[in-house]
């Protein structure tokens, strides 16, 4: 029963680099979420998708990019790396049909040098 | 653009004392969630409140949703150090862009 997987669990990025951050869950759930947490900011909404093959914006998605591939997988990617990415990234999916539980991943721990 | 404001950021306590944490949006929810990071953990989803007034009960815990649907509260009696961690809200005005307010950290002391 795995629920959110996140791949990696950490990660340093020299400024400039790329690099996706992987999400899978198996709880056939229809909205898939990225999030980035810094110390007294809460979790703040990069993107999302509410179904297969759709994508939106949330509260900060500049410099970041995403790819929901299947209704299992939502991926995060990040073209040129910059230390204000420096942050802890949670996937979340739930299916808002009722209780509108989110279930998260372990998150990423990224570090941008 | 819908904001959640929660206070307060942080609070120590001794342990047995109680605990409040306030959530208030900008905007009226459909509904809130409340949920639990462990330090070094991630978000674990505690409660969902729907109705105007909703009071919901788990153990010593104690969550309302105002009559207004623009706040909420979760109260912990007798606090005890298996309660450390951040507590966050969470909601939405009825789509699926799911907003979380900051987060109060609890600090418990033995």
């Known amino acids: 029963n795995a629920g959110v997987t996140q791949t990696p669990k950490f990660q340093v990025l020299k400024t400039g680099q790329s690099m996706t951050l992987q999400c899978a869950q198996d709880?056939?759930?229809?909205?898939m979420y990225w999030y980035r947490q810094d110390p007294g900011m809460g979790l703040r909404l990069i993107y999302y998708?509410?179904?297969?093959?759709?994508?939106d914006k949330g509260e900060v998605p500049n410099g970041y990019n995403v790819s929901r591939l299947n209704k299992r997988e939502f991926s995060l990617r990040l073209e040129s790396a910059a230390p204000s990415q420096t942050s802890v990234y949670f996937c979340?999916?739930?299916?808002?049909?009722?209780?509108?539980?989110?279930?998260f991943g372990q998150g990423t721990r990224l570090t941008v040098v | 653009g819908q904001q959640v404001m929660q206070i307060p950021q942080y609070q120590h306590v001794q342990e047995g004392e109680d605990f409040t944490t306030y959530c208030n949006s900008s905007t009226t929810l459909s509904n809130i969630q409340w949920y639990k990071q462990r330090p070094g953990g991630h978000p674990v989803f505690l409660i969902q409140l729907v109705k105007s007034g909703e009071v919901k009960k788990q153990k010593r815990l104690t969550f309302q949703f105002g009559e207004a649907k623009k706040n909420s509260s979760l109260h912990i009696t007798a606090t005890q150090t298996t309660d450390v961690g951040t507590y966050f809200c969470s909601g939405n005005t009825g789509g699926f862009k799911t907003i979380f307010g900051a987060g109060t950290r609890l600090f418990v002391k033995a």
């Open positions: 709880m056939n759930h229809n909205s």
């Open positions: 979340a999916s739930s299916d808002l049909r009722g209780v509108a539980e989110a279930f």
């Open positions: 998708s509410a179904s297969e093959g759709t994508t």
